[in-house]
């Protein structure tokens, strides 16, 4: 999943398959260790202070372990030492995971992730400014310290990215490019268009994003029941109870987000994904041909 891109709705959907290929009786609250790991966000390949570690998640991966193990975690993408401790605790066979990332469309992604710290992390100081000042914030740090110097791929990875504040999980081509130059191979990728799942959410079997993830761990795993499918999250509303905002003005600051960084970005993503196809990678809903 990508943080802010509709992936707690998808983990929702996924959970009563995957619980019904688990140990019989294991607790999801107590993050025990079962064929199938069912916590959201534990984080340990993205953060390094993470209270878990991988052990107490997964115990040792085996040679054969029994069954799928997952770690749903919306911020490994995007995380500066997701790649290197992936290779750490798989080492030789780092190359046989398997990752699924759903891309947002990243000013829409930007704008959901500014309104949830908004609402949930008050504490965080740009979520006490109105969109439109929280955006030129961003637009301000681009032009002035990254825009010059960020032509290398892992430029937005360290902590000069901060000044970004909610855009900076929404460069997909720089993450995506990291994570291929650290020697994953497109063929270990599954990646579709954010809406792609929810488009297609009631048709449990043609849905494209689920076809997609069967074919590539097995037909049986992902057969989701109705009953389960009930609920969904997403990060609407605005701040109009602290800050009222201009629906003009908030318009007009996501056209800037466009226009002066993500056109550009999103230019240099599109040819990278065509191009990869050429290599492996399951571009879910792409009907084009390879470096179409």
Not at 128 to 134: A, G, T
Not at 218 to 242: E, I, M
Not at 243 to 259: D, G, H, I, M, Q
Request: charged content about 20%; aromatic content about 14%.
């Amino acid at each position: 999943g990508i943080y802010k891109g509709g992936s707690t709705t998808f983990w929702l959907d996924l959970l009563p398959a995957l619980w019904n290929v688990s140990a019989e009786g294991a607790a999801i609250a107590d993050c025990p260790y079962n064929p199938l790991h069912l916590c959201k966000e534990p984080n340990w390949f993205g953060r390094p202070e993470s209270k878990y570690s991988f052990d107490t998640l997964w115990g040792r991966c085996t040679d054969d372990p029994p069954g799928v193990i997952m770690d749903f975690s919306t911020g490994t993408f995007y995380a500066f030492s997701a790649p290197a401790r992936v290779k750490m605790v798989y080492k030789q066979k780092y190359q046989e995971v398997i990752f699924a990332w759903g891309f947002r469309e990243p000013v829409n992604r930007t704008v959901s992730d500014y309104y949830y710290a908004s609402r949930l992390q008050p504490n965080k100081t740009w979520a006490n400014v109105s969109f439109p000042d929280h955006a030129q914030k961003i637009l301000r740090t681009w032009s002035q310290t990254l825009h010059g110097s960020c032509e290398n791929q892992s430029c937005l990875m360290g902590r000069g990215r901060e000044g970004l504040l909610s855009a900076k999980s929404s460069f997909y081509y720089r993450y995506l490019r990291k994570w291929l130059d650290e020697g994953f191979r497109a063929s270990q990728m599954v990646i579709y268009p954010g809406n792609l799942y929810m488009k297609h959410r009631d048709k449990l079997e043609t849905n494209p994003v689920l076809q997609a993830l069967r074919a590539r761990v097995g037909q049986s795993t992902f057969n989701l029941s109705r009953a389960w499918r009930n609920g969904r999250a997403a990060n609407k509303g605005s701040r109009a109870h602290v800050f009222p905002e201009n629906a003009t003005l908030v318009n007009e600051a996501k056209a800037r987000l466009e226009e002066e960084i993500f056109a550009a970005e999103n230019k240099k993503l599109f040819q990278l994904l065509a191009e990869e196809v050429g290599n492996g990678m399951t571009l879910v809903g792409y009907t084009g041909k390879a470096n179409d």
